[in-house]
Structures are given as structure tokens and as C-alpha cells.
């Protein structure tokens, strides 16, 4: 792969041939077997053996904090004593007073009171079970005694009380204008869709505008600063330092700007050409999705089982932190679960499987979309595509899960280092030494930009594998190859690209939004309208991002064949089996053009 791409080095545009689109035979002479490999074999199986003993060790840890522990607790509550809420309890030698039978008191009362001395101040916590919350003036919510108070002016950022009762009203909030969210949600679901296919149509008018407008941004910024720096010189006397010093900063602030303005608008013209292979790509993912429409519903799959792993994550997350001894602390009398170092571990541990199911739910979908998309890029006669995101699917249950696994541990092992550092920050925080926290944020940001990368470079190898099946390491070299090769070329489709994918996100986001502003305000009795609208308008965006990272994906697929294509073919002995419309940024395209036009009439006269 060294000289994959060398024949794109030698880019250029040619005047355009008024033929048929598809300029390729219609003979199954090149199968899409000839290019998508079909003589797999099973890829990365010690990782696909990890994983399973990984999750094997995950039900073991689970097994035994299950044995220490009781789920009720943490859903009904437990007492001074650690009965459980609403529950007959079972004797305990430890506590004379365990053992209550507690059917009849469901609800779980808290109440925090304060003690202090010439000594020292504690704080204790009483914790009991009562039949009735009313007896407290409170009332029940999720089996706890919440305070009745609610503020009686409406719409305020926080609770007329304080902190204390600001969730209670939101949940509140959310309890009035449940059917509204709904709606909103769907409007999210149908805005994304349009977006999707509009964007083949409308990508050529977004990117150029994109251009020009960062173009007269930089202009107009340029000439502010150079005006501020004239108005600063005319009314700076000519003996005040301070005076001299402020004028140097504006003339220092409109040279830089200068010199960047000129700069962006020569990488600007000199990328003009790879701005159209920008745009052409987004066609042809356009065609692509409106060939196997099935793709965007790929999001819902992916949806339904990251929402059950968190479900699941949440449900055992509860089982290990129900598990411990029942203990009483000497110092404020408050009631707690003491847990051993095994349980501990297993906080972890399941956070850990949280992180590595999704990246690999993730790394699934990327695999899914990618050997659908090659296989459309790499058959002759696309009428004929055959059920292709099935095909792509049974591939990556026969042969690459194990790839996919090793691929998403290596993400997930970033992320919980970035967890893990950021839990010893917590513990080790003090406000006075700068100096950790400096080198705390520096550990983050570079944490977060190497996963950044490594989320880019295994999408890439997904890619690779789809195609030829290769095991994780080896694919990853090859798309790194490809990308180094074409490192300008990837720059531009990932900024271009990104930011027009990041305007279909704002309009989804911001249509949301404002709709929901003229109807949730409406309601009478919201208190806290800008949180449901943050969490519509955080909906809004994670539905148009899992939509358009199918577009994206799509796109980083169509490249990566296309230079595969010009490696394999050269357009005359061996006919490409892009487009004309990428056809035309290939060095011999018009050569190419003409005989794969010949190849075609000759045989459909």
C-alpha cells in the first residue's frame, strides 16, 4: 500500500462528457467477489476469546455481589437498623433491631440533623420508615419522602428554596409535559431524515457558502482590526508609554490577522479542486443511501442495544452498590454499606464493560455500514445488489467480531484511564497547587484527542476489513497508509465535511428547539422550561449525530474505495468501478471515460 494512492497525486479536472452515468459494463466478467474478498477466515480471535472470558469474569463479580447484597435496598431503602422499607425483614445477630416487619411503612425519611460541641460539629443522619409521608408534610416520590414545597414563581433558573428541591421540580416538569417531549422527539427523527437526503442536493450551495463565508470573516475581521489600529495611533499621544504599548498590540493583532487571512484564502484556492472531490463524495453517499435505504434504520438497531447495555449497566450498577456489610459509623451515627475490595473492583469492572459493550455496539455498526457501502461501490450492475447489509452482517458475525473487539478495547482502555485520572484528581484535589492541576488538564486534553484519533484510525481499519477482511492490526496499517498518503485530501473532506455535517446537526438541533420553545413554555405550571428544552435539544443532536454518522460513514467508505479503485484498475484494460462524476479526478479519466463508454455501447448496442 506505499504507492496506493499514487495515482492520485496526479489529480486534475477535465471537461465533462454529456454519456450515461454509469460508464461500467454491465458483464459479470468482474464480479464483486474480484474485490470484496469472500475467501475470509476468522479475524482476531484471541481478542473475540478475551472478550467472551471478559464477560464471563463480569458475570462472576456480578454472582457475588449479588450474594452480598440486596437490590431493595437501594430501591426501597433501608432504615437505621438496615431493614428494609416495605418488606419483612430477616434477623441479624449484628443489629438486635433487624428483623422488623416493615410491610406496612413503604416510605423511605431522611432527616438530617446537626450536633456540635466546644470541640468539634457532626452531622447524623436518621433514617426511618414510615406508613405515610403526609405525617412529615411531604409526600412520596420513587419510595422517598420529597419535601412538598414548589416555588410559586414559575420558570426560574433554580428553586425558589434553593438547590435542594430543583430536581423534584423537573422531574415535575417533565411529569406535565411528557406528551410534548414525545412529539418533539419524533419531529427529531423526521428532520434528521430529510436532512439526510437533502444533503446530496444541497452540499455543493453549503460548502461553497461555508468557504466564502469564512473567507469574508476573515476579511472584515482583518479590516476592524486594521481600522482599530489607525483610530489607537491617531489619538495615542506620542510620550505616553502605556499609549505606545496598546498601539504596538493592534498592530501586532492586525498583522497576525493579515497574514492568517492571506493564508486561509491561498489553502482555500490552492484545495479548490479537492472541495469538488468533497462534494462529489457527498453525491455519491447520497446514491449510496438512496440505493440501500436500510442503512439509516441501521441508528435504530444500534439505539435498541446501547440502550439495553445501559439498562443493564445501571441494573447491575445498583446490585454492586447494594452489596456490603450494614455498618454504623462512630462519628455521626449514620447507617452505611461497607464494602470489600472485591466489590469495589467490580465498580470498575462494570464501568469498564460499559465503555468496551458500546465501542464495540459502535465498532459493529461501523462494520455493518462499511461492507454494505463497498459492496454498492464494487458491483458493476447496482440493480442487482442482493440484501447487501445482510451480507455485510453475516460477514462480520463469521469472521470479524474478534476485530471489532480488539478494536473497541483499545478505545474503551482510553476512556477508562481518562475516568480514572480524573476519580484521582477528585481525590487528590487542592485548590492551591496549580501545578496538578495544570498537569491534570494537560493529561486529559491529550487523553482526549489520542482517543479522537484512535476513534478516526479504527473507523478507517473497520473499513479495511469489510473490504478484504484483513484482522484489525494489519487493516489499520493499510487505512493509515491510504490517509497518510492522501493527507490533504483527508484534511479537507474532515473539515469541509465535518462542518457541513455539523450545520445539518444545528438545523436539526435548532428547529427542535425553537418548536419546542413556543410549546413547552405554554404549559401552564412548567418551573424549569430551559431544562426539558436542553434535554430535547441534547436528544435533537444525539438523533441527527447517530443519523448523519451514517452519511460520514458512508463518505470514509466511498474514499477509501476510490483509492482502492484507482490502485486495482486503470480505467482502460481493467475499467474502474466508480462513477464518472469521481472518474473525472483521476489523471487518465478521460481516456478512462472514453473506453469505459466503448465498453458499454459495445455491449449494449
Known amino acids: 500500500m506505499g504507492n496506493s494512492t499514487s495515482c492520485l497525486d496526479k489529480l486534475r479536472k477535465v471537461e465533462p462528457i454529456e454519456k450515461n452515468e454509469n460508464l461500467t459494463p454491465d458483464s459479470k466478467d468482474e464480479s464483486e467477489a474480484s474485490v470484496l474478498n469472500e475467501n475470509r477466515t476468522c479475524t482476531d480471535i484471541l481478542f473475540l476469546a478475551l472478550f467472551i472470558a471478559f464477560l464471563i469474569v463480569l458475570i462472576g463479580l456480578l454472582g457475588f455481589c449479588m450474594s452480598k447484597g440486596d437490590i431493595d435496598r437501594i430501591i426501597y431503602g433501608y432504615d437505621n437498623c438496615g431493614n428494609i422499607c416495605g418488606k419483612e425483614n430477616v434477623m441479624d445477630d449484628k443489629f438486635r433491631c433487624k428483623g422488623a416487619n416493615l410491610t406496612s411503612q413503604k416510605y423511605l425519611y431522611i432527616e438530617h440533623s446537626d450536633h456540635s460541641d466546644m470541640s468539634h460539629e457532626t452531622s447524623?443522619?436518621?433514617?426511618?420508615?414510615?406508613s405515610s409521608c403526609e405525617e412529615y408534610d411531604m409526600k412520596p416520590l420513587l419510595n422517598r419522602c420529597v419535601s412538598k414545597t414548589r416555588s410559586e414563581y414559575p420558570k426560574k433558573f433554580l428553586s425558589k428554596s434553593g438547590i435542594k428541591n430543583f430536581f423534584q421540580e423537573v422531574s415535575e416538569d417533565f411529569h406535565i409535559c411528557w406528551v410534548e417531549i414525545l412529539c418533539l422527539f419524533v419531529m427529531a427523527f423526521v428532520l434528521s431524515f430529510i436532512i439526510v437526503f437533502l444533503l446530496q442536493y444541497l452540499v455543493r450551495i453549503l460548502v461553497w457558502l461555508v468557504l466564502i463565508g469564512v473567507v469574508l470573516a476573515s476579511v472584515i475581521g482583518t479590516i476592524w482590526l486594521w481600522v482599530k489600529y489607525d483610530l489607537v495611533r491617531r489619538n495615542t499621544p506620542e510620550d505616553s508609554e502605556v499609549g505606545i504599548q496598546r498601539k504596538n498590540s493592534w498592530l501586532a493583532y492586525s498583522i497576525i490577522a493579515t497574514i492568517a487571512t492571506i493564508c486561509i484564502v491561498l489553502v482555500i484556492f490552492a484545495m479548490r479542486k479537492r472541495v469538488k472531490l468533497v462534494i462529489q463524495l457527498f453525491r455519491e453517499a447520497g446514491k449510496a443511501i438512496e440505493s440501500i435505504p436500510l442503512l439509516l434504520f441501521e441508528p435504530?438497531?444500534?439505539?435498541?442495544?446501547?440502550?439495553?447495555c445501559v439498562t443493564l449497566w445501571i441494573y447491575f450498577a445498583m446490585w454492586i452498590e447494594s452489596s456490603g456489610d450494614i455498618e454504623v459509623k462512630v462519628a455521626n451515627q449514620s447507617v452505611q454499606l461497607a464494602k470489600d475490595s472485591t466489590m469495589r473492583v467490580a465498580k470498575w469492572y462494570n464501568l469498564l464493560a460499559l465503555f468496551w459493550m458500546s465501542q464495540f455496539i459502535m465498532g459493529c455498526q461501523h462494520c455493518?455500514?462499511?461492507?454494505?457501502?463497498a459492496a454498492w461501490f464494487f458491483t458493476r450492475d447496482r440493480d442487482q445488489l442482493n440484501c447487501p447489509i445482510l451480507k455485510s452482517f453475516q460477514r462480520l458475525i463469521c469472521y470479524h467480531l474478534g476485530t471489532v473487539a480488539c478494536g473497541s478495547l483499545i478505545i474503551s482502555l482510553v476512556q477508562i484511564i481518562r475516568v480514572i485520572l480524573k476519580a484521582v484528581e477528585y481525590w487528590l484535589r487542592d485548590p492551591q497547587n496549580k501545578v496538578l492541576v495544570f498537569i491534570a488538564t494537560c493529561c486529559h486534553c491529550c487523553l482526549g484527542c489520542f482517543e479522537d484519533i484512535l476513534q478516526y484510525l479504527t473507523r478507517n481499519a473497520y473499513i479495511e476489513t469489510a473490504i478484504f477482511g484483513h484482522p484489525f492490526f494489519e487493516?489499520?496499517?493499510?487505512?493509515?497508509?491510504?490517509?497518510?498518503?492522501?493527507a490533504l485530501r483527508v484534511f479537507v473532506i474532515n473539515s469541509v465535511g465535518d462542518f457541513v455535517l455539523f450545520l445539518g446537526k444545528a438545523f436539526v438541533v435548532l428547529c427542535t428547539v425553537l418548536v419546542g420553545m413556543e410549546v413547552i413554555q405554554q404549559k401552564p405550571g412548567i418551573q424549569h422550561s430551559w431544562v426539558v428544552l436542553i434535554l430535547v435539544g441534547l436528544f435533537a443532536y444525539l438523533v441527527a449525530h447517530c443519523f448523519l454518522t451514517v452519511y460520514e460513514m458512508t463518505i470514509d467508505t466511498i474514499f477509501i474505495c476510490f483509492c482502492e479503485d484507482c490502485e486495482r484498475n486503470d480505467g482502460m484494460s481493467k475499467p474502474y468501478y466508480m462513477s464518472r462524476g469521481l472518474m473525472e479526478f483521476v489523471q487518465n479519466s478521460k481516456k478512462a471515460i472514453e473506453s469505459n463508454t466503448f465498453n458499454a455501447w459495445s455491449r449494449n448496442p
Open 300 to 308: 435504530f438497531l444500534t439505539f435498541l442495544s446501547i440502550a439495553i
Open 475 to 486: 487493516a489499520g496499517r493499510k487505512a493509515f497508509n491510504i490517509l497518510s498518503n492522501n
Open 124 to 130: 447524623s443522619i436518621n433514617r426511618l420508615c414510615v
Open 368 to 373: 455493518v455500514i462499511a461492507g454494505a457501502v
